[in-house]
């Protein structure tokens, strides 16, 4: 087979959420994020490079200055296709297995550029570009598009680590998963534990693996001189910060719980920073009023990434109390203001956080666990000091640059291959 030009066109597919929604609303969330800022960095290291990303229009907000409010330009590199499909409409997340195919179809259909590479991000995506992908070959483009599979999260992962109140993931999620673990090119994961249990879980070949973390943008998250937290010194006083979507996985409701077993002379409040329509917003806030801690809990909309990096900087804590993640974007973001970070000694938080240097790992995942953890912190301000600083540290060195360029690197490699 003849060789073939280098990698130009990348095709990003994110069927259920739109990479560039306002995180912490709907289903945006770190995936969002992650997507956006490997696209922009992808495109800053790669001139030659030309990215369109698919999504589906499911009236996601997007952010007050996000440029995608203004009509597209011609001749620019990154491309984003909202499609409204009318099979799709009214659908939840789980229910748009039914009509990946059209997705697929739509997504061949509304494309500026014939792709070299699509990059499926979680399982519907690649449900869809293992399809889409057929598509284009039987089109006679002259070579099969390759799939490069990020999941994010995996249902094995989910399940395996299931909290009270989350439901078990579908059966077809498990198996549009393993038909990825074995028919794309490269299945990209955030961290080592997240490889070996793709391997564990879904026989995926180690050669197929990429372990590429992800970054943080230094340019928005990062300290500022004389700026501390709103109770630097106090042993007493405490705002906690939750950034996210409310829901059963991302915990929120352990630090409601831990609320109401913390000694009467600690005053501490908790910021729920984020939105969800589920009825679990109404159940945490009914669960703060039965134990007494109400006045203490406030939930708030969901801000740009600049306002939240403020937040961060003036919260005492910040809170990652989840069951499963596969990296954990919001505790990196927040050490990287020099936050004091809490989260769930599990999964991709434990690369996240460095246990006892850049914040604190909590396990088990219980109400009275979280409440000491919490009570530890607010009692020690000076440790609160020294896990800022560290972790502030720590995140100067991990730019999206890096993930881009691995990225990339993973993209020409599978393109090398088809040449051979």
């Given at each position: 087979m003849s060789t073939l030009p280098p990698v130009r066109t990348v095709h990003v597919y994110s069927m259920h959420t739109d990479p560039f929604a306002q995180p912490g609303s709907g289903d945006a969330g770190g995936m969002n994020v992650y997507i956006a800022r490997s696209v922009h960095a992808m495109l800053e290291l790669d001139p030659e490079l030309?990215?369109?990303?698919?999504?589906?229009?499911?009236?996601?907000?997007?952010?007050?200055?996000?440029?995608?409010?203004?009509?597209?330009?011609?001749?620019?590199?990154?491309?984003?296709?909202?499609?409204?499909?009318?099979?799709?409409?009214?659908?939840?997340?789980?229910?748009?297995?039914?009509?990946?195919?059209d997705f697929a179809q739509a997504c061949v259909e509304q494309a500026l550029y014939t792709p070299d590479i699509i990059h499926a991000h979680y399982w519907l995506s690649g449900q869809a570009a293992?399809?889409?992908?057929?598509?284009?070959?039987a089109q006679g483009v002259g070579f099969p598009v390759p799939v490069l599979f990020t999941p994010h999260t995996t249902a094995a992962a989910k399940d395996a680590r299931r909290g009270e109140g989350e439901a078990p993931e579908p059966e077809e999620r498990y198996a549009a998963e393993r038909l990825m673990s074995s028919s794309a090119s490269r299945v990209i994961v955030n961290t080592p534990l997240e490889a070996q249990q793709m391997g564990e879980y879904y026989g995926t070949d180690a050669q197929k693996l990429a372990t590429i973390p992800p970054g943080v943008d230094t340019s928005i998250f990062h300290t500022i001189p004389g700026v501390h937290p709103l109770n630097d010194t106090s042993e007493t006083r405490?705002?906690?910060?939750?950034?996210?979507?409310?829901?059963p996985l991302k915990g929120p409701h352990l630090l409601v719980e831990a609320l109401a077993l913390l000694p009467d002379d600690?005053?501490?409040?908790?910021?729920?920073?984020?939105?969800?329509?589920?009825d679990y917003e109404r159940r945490l806030l009914q669960r703060a009023a039965e134990l007494?801690?109400?006045?203490?809990?406030?939930?708030?909309?969901?801000?740009?990434?600049?306002?939240?990096?403020?937040i961060f900087r003036a919260a005492d804590i910040v809170a990652s109390p989840s069951s499963s993640e596969t990296f954990g974007l919001v505790a990196l973001e927040a050490q990287a203001c020099g936050a004091a970070v809490l989260a769930t000694d599990a999964d991709g938080l434990?690369?996240?956080?460095?246990?006892?240097?850049?914040?604190l790992l909590v396990a088990p995942r219980t109400p009275q666990r979280w409440a000491a953890a919490i009570e530890r912190l607010v009692r020690a301000p000076y440790?609160?000091?020294?896990?800022?600083?560290?972790?502030?540290?720590?995140?100067?060195?991990?730019?999206?640059?890096?993930?881009?360029?691995?990225?990339?690197?993973?993209?020409?490699?599978?393109?090398?291959?088809?040449?051979?």
């Open positions: 030309r990215v369109e990303v698919f999504t589906l229009d499911r009236g996601e907000a997007l952010p007050t200055d996000s440029p995608f409010r203004q009509p597209p330009q011609p001749g620019e590199r990154l491309v984003r296709h909202s499609l409204d499909l009318p099979s799709a409409r009214g659908l939840s997340k789980n229910e748009l297995a039914a009509v990946t195919d293992a399809r889409a992908s057929d598509l284009w070959s405490c705002r906690i910060v939750f950034a996210g979507r409310p829901q600690l005053q501490v409040d908790v910021d729920i920073i984020g939105r969800s329509d589920s007494g801690v109400a006045d203490r809990v406030h939930l708030k909309d969901p801000v740009p990434a600049s306002e939240l990096a403020n434990r690369y996240a956080v460095e246990n006892h240097r850049t914040g440790l609160r000091h020294s896990l800022g600083a560290n972790a502030a540290a720590r995140a100067r060195t991990m730019g999206w640059e890096q993930t881009a360029r691995k990225t990339l690197e993973a993209y020409a490699e599978v393109r090398e291959g088809i040449s051979q």
